[in-house]
DNA sequence: CATGGGATTGACT
DNA sequence: GTCAATCCCATGC
C-alpha cells in the first residue's frame, strides 16, 4: 500500500501519544489506509478501527462537496478534529477532518474490533456478540458513547482519542471496494478494510467474504 | 417557513 | 431482500 516508513515519519504523536495534527494534513486516501490498525478510545472503552471510507470535496458523496456552510465548516477546518453528524435522523457518525485546512475531506471510521471495556459497550448497545458491537459506523458511536456534541472536538487532546496503530500493521494490506450506502460518487473504491477482521460492516468486500469461506 | 434527502440499523418477509 | 424510524440542515418558495 502506502510507504508506511514516510507514512509514520510524516504522522507526528502528540506528548500523550495520540496522532498530531501532521498525520491528518496528508491526503485523505492515505489517512483512511493509515488509520486501519489505529486505537480509538472514548472514556474506558477502546477498539482498534478495521474499516474506514475516505471523503473529499472534490466528489459528490462527500458534505463539504456543497462549499462552506455552518454545517460543513468543521471538514474545512484544521485536520485532526472530529467531524461528528447525524446520519438518517438516528445514528451519530465518527469522522476525522484530513487535508491541509482550507480542503473539506475527512475519513469515515466505519468499524472497530473491540479492545477495551467491552462488557460498557455491551451495556449500551445491548447486545452480547463482540463482533456485533462496533461492526458499523452507527454501532460504534452507540457504544463508545459518542454523540453530537463531539463535533469539533480534538482528536489528539480528547475526549475522544485516536492512538497509533500496534507494531506491525503498516505491514498489512487493506481491502479496497466501494463505499456503502451513498449514491453519488459509488464507484470511487474508497472503502478500506482490514483483511481478517471479524468486525467490519456489512456488505463486506468479496475478498474478505473468500478469506472467511471455511 | 416547508420540504426532502441522507456516509444506517434492526426487524421482518 | 424490503422497510420504517427519525433528525439535521440545505434548498427553494
Keep these: 500500500m502506502t510507504a508506511p516508513e514516510a507514512s509514520r515519519d510524516a504522522g507526528a504523536r502528540s506528548p500523550d501519544l495520540s496522532l498530531g495534527a501532521t498525520f491528518y494534513a496528508r491526503p485523505v486516501l ?32 462527500c458534505h463539504a462537496h456543497v462549499g462552506l456552510t455552518p ?36 475519513v469515515l471510521i466505519r468499524a472497530l474490533e473491540p479492545l477495551e471495556g467491552v462488557d460498557a459497550m455491551r451495556a449500551r448497545r445491548g447486545l452480547e456478540r463482540l463482533e456485533d458491537l462496533c461492526s458499523g459506523p452507527g454501532k460504534l458511536t452507540q ?47 474508497w472503502r478500506f478494510c482490514a483483511p481478517g477482521a471479524r468486525s467490519v460492516s456489512r456488505p463486506r468486500p468479496p475478498a474478505l467474504r473468500v478469506l472467511r469461506t471455511r
Design 71 to 106: 454545517r460543513t465548516h468543521i471538514l474545512f477546518g484544521p485536520p485532526g478534529l472530529a467531524y461528528v453528524y447525524r446520519s438518517y435522523g438516528i445514528h451519530a457518525l465518527l469522522n476525522a477532518v484530513c487535508e491541509p485546512e482550507g480542503v473539506g475531506a475527512a
Design 143 to 189: 457504544a463508545l458513547d459518542i454523540e453530537l456534541e463531539f463535533n469539533g472536538s480534538d482528536l489528539a487532546a480528547g475526549p475522544i482519542r485516536i492512538e497509533p496503530a500496534a507494531p506491525g500493521w503498516e505491514e498489512i494490506e487493506p481491502v479496497a471496494g466501494p463505499r456503502i450506502g451513498i449514491t453519488k460518487a459509488a464507484e470511487l473504491p
Design 30 to 61: 492515505d489517512v483512511a489506509r493509515d488509520l486501519l490498525g489505529c486505537v480509538v478510545r472514548h472514556g474506558d472503552s477502546a477498539g482498534v478501527i478495521v474499516e474506514t471510507e475516505a471523503y473529499h470535496q472534490a466528489e459528490a458523496a
